[in-house]
């Protein structure tokens, strides 16, 4: 069963070649979709060289099979412009989102798709907040990201604790019957709306969280979630 790891990148250039290292030595069969959204700092350089010389530009060890495919925004449009692509591009039965920093551990990638290959869920939310090592920061964050889960479950009447995580996996029949509208962090409680609305079996599972600081090239910011409230009113009554 092939897996489909899209990865949306904008200028992560510290974190890039080390995060593709760490995903291709993860032993299953997977194609990296790799969407650069118009980056500026030699991100996008780097994923031509990948292109057209292959994996040994990043070196490393990979194991089973790593089929790679990198789409090139023309401009840069946001996060959900990035993966509604890569989902579009992607050919593999389960797909996954992995972004490009390394908050997110690919060696637990097995643990959320398993739910899945078990034929338990059709889709898979990694949770931060379920017993794992997380690394402690901002406690504004924290308390957004917990408002927002909770808006989101009141109007899809899921019970999820971490609506807002990277982690999403899904039966790639579901991502593609998904139209995404959001072009940048509001594509979370978009698709959180939408795969309630279609039925679909939904499955948490436990993961670590390495977050980092704005210092260290986070992006996502207050706009973000006022822009994720209003996508949770607007999926959350239209039908």
Not at 143 to 168: F, G, H, P, R
Request: one cysteine or more.
């Amino acid at each position: 069963m092939l897996v489909s790891v899209v990865i949306p990148v904008y200028n992560e250039m510290s974190t890039l070649a080390e995060l593709l290292r760490r995903v291709t030595a993860v032993d299953f069969p997977k194609e990296l979709v790799i969407v650069d959204d118009c980056s500026r700092d030699g991100s996008r350089e780097l994923l031509q060289r990948l292109a057209s010389e292959g994996l040994s530009v990043i070196g490393g060890t990979p194991k089973n099979r790593n089929d790679v495919r990198v789409l090139l925004q023309e401009k840069n449009q946001g996060k959900g412009s990035a993966l509604r692509r890569g989902f579009a591009e992607s050919s593999g039965d389960i797909v996954i989102v992995q972004d490009a920093d390394l908050e997110y551990d690919p060696r637990e990638i097995p643990r959320v798709l398993q739910p899945i290959l078990d034929g338990d869920a059709d889709v898979v939310f990694g949770s931060r907040f379920t017993g794992t090592p997380r690394r402690v920061l901002y406690f504004w964050h924290s308390v957004m990201n917990q408002l927002l889960t909770m808006l989101s479950n009141m109007t899809s009447n899921l019970n999820l604790t971490d609506m807002e995580t990277c982690y999403k996996a899904f039966r790639a029949e579901v991502i593609r019957s998904v139209n995404i509208e959001e072009d940048r962090f509001g594509i979370e409680p978009e698709i959180t709306a939408k795969v309630a609305r279609g039925g679909w079996r939904v499955f948490e599972v436990p993961i670590s969280y390495h977050g980092r600081t704005y210092e260290e090239g986070k992006k996502i910011g207050w706009k973000d979630g006022v822009r994720a409230l209003y996508a949770i009113g607007k999926y959350s009554l239209k039908r």
